[in-house]
């Protein structure tokens, strides 16, 4: 079945650039209908979106946050990444990737996140 | 940028029926979804394109989206329900994927 896992150091310090992997097995990244997205919780806080990326490499980013953010994708590694600049001690967070659902036709809004990975706590701190 | 609004904590008696809501401008609009997550672990998906249950879901958890207000509704809430539930939608304005802040339910 699919699976997903999140990769990276826990440890940045600030100022530097955070940096994730997520693979994903159980099916290949090259998919119609998904997305891939990446989510973050700071500890005892609520979700935040950050981004999502199709195969093809077209992303959307969070309005707020989308002069920090690079998100790519690797095919042939069945992997897609983040890359968070610039970081400071709010950036703590567990961070997860998960597969998103997006419809078509009528259905084109429908957009959930489908499948989770079981995140990683990243730790900003000097 | 759009917001989802919920109710920081739900309290349900076991056996009885909680719901939890989700307020949005025009949210009846756009197309809902709920998430479940219990301490330590990972969020799942309980309802989808507002009403839809995901395999595997039981199916005492319900929802329905209208005006500006989705609601979750779990019936003969069982204590292992008791968890974070985070409401969610698109928004195509923005091209952006929206969290609710979360409700706590308390089954006690």
């Known amino acids: 079945q699919l699976q997903l896992q999140e990769s990276g150091p826990g440890l940045v310090k600030p100022s530097e650039t955070l940096s994730l992997t997520c693979t994903v097995s159980?099916?290949?990244?090259?998919?119609?209908?998904?997305?891939w997205g990446w989510i973050r919780q700071p500890p005892g806080k609520g979700l935040e979106w950050i981004g999502s990326i199709y195969y093809s490499g077209s992303t959307y980013y969070n309005p707020s946050l989308k002069s920090r953010v690079t998100i790519s994708v690797d095919t042939s590694k069945n992997q897609f990444s983040l890359k968070l600049s610039s970081v400071t001690a709010a950036d703590t967070a567990v961070y997860y990737c998960?597969?998103?659902?997006?419809?078509?036709?009528?259905?084109?809004?429908?957009?959930?996140?489908?499948?989770w990975g079981q995140g990683t706590l990243v730790t900003v701190s000097s | 940028s759009y917001e989802l609004t919920q109710p920081p904590s739900v309290s349900v008696s076991p056996g009885q029926t909680a719901t939890i809501t989700c307020s949005g401008d025009?949210?009846?609009?756009?197309?809902a979804c709920w998430y479940q997550q219990k301490p330590g672990q990972s969020p799942v998906l309980v309802i989808y394109q507002d009403n839809k249950r995901p395999s595997g879901i039981p199916e005492r958890f319900s929802g329905s989206n209208s005006g500006h207000t989705a609601t979750l509704t779990i019936s003969g809430t069982q204590a292992m329900d008791e968890a974070d539930y985070y409401c969610q939608a698109w928004d195509s304005s923005t091209a952006s994927m929206v969290f609710g802040g979360g409700t706590k339910l308390t089954v006690l």
């Open positions: 159980g099916d290949s990244i090259i998919s119609n209908n998904y997305n």
């Open positions: 998960a597969r998103q659902f997006y419809g078509s036709g009528s259905y084109y809004n429908v957009r959930y996140f489908q499948h």
């Open positions: 025009r949210l009846g609009d756009k197309y």
